[in-house]
């Protein structure tokens, strides 16, 4: 994961030469990068948690997906201000991909949880499959981590209320399903890449 600059941030100014940064970096100049990750690692990260409400988690996710796009589709940028334009519709387009998958990963859960107590209409091979494999999946959580998912995603209850329930902080219960869904996702995943 990526980590906040420990160096005091050096803002571009009119001795950054953009044109020069960006056709280095296009070239892949491995120096240009590091002077890049100066100069934009945190002014990019704040402006992604003001774009994600202050969700640290969620905007740091975003700041890699979008230096994985800086690297794959940088060209040379002048003056600064394009480059910076460039850099945010980058970093907006990656919160809102984010959006779409976590929507779309709530949206299986849900249908999950509906489908255990009637038989949902709509539902096509293909997610049927995905269900199935996510209740093979949450078979092997923790009975603790399997009630809070039931409680959240099955009963729809809010954090909240799952938080006063358990003595906990909300803070504390979104970390842990946080957790869960991480862990949900990457046995999905790795069972998907190696299905045959």
Known sequence: MLKESSKVESAPD???DVARLTSDMAANDEAAYRKFYELYFNRL???LLVLSSGNEEAAREALQTTMLRVVRHVRR???EEVFWSWLTVLARSSVVDAERKRKRYFGLLERFFYSKSSNPPGIDE?????IELL???LEKLSYEDRELMERKYGEGESVKSIASGIGATE??????LGRIRRQLKEV???HLKHEK
Do not use: C, M, N, Q
């Open 14 to 16: 009119e001795r950054t």
């Open 45 to 47: 990260l704040r402006y």
């Open 77 to 79: 940028f002048d003056p």
């Open 126 to 130: 293909t997610e049927s499959g995905l």
């Open 135 to 137: 209740e093979k999946s």
């Open 171 to 176: 803070k504390a219960v979104e970390s842990r």
């Open 188 to 190: 999905i995943l790795h």
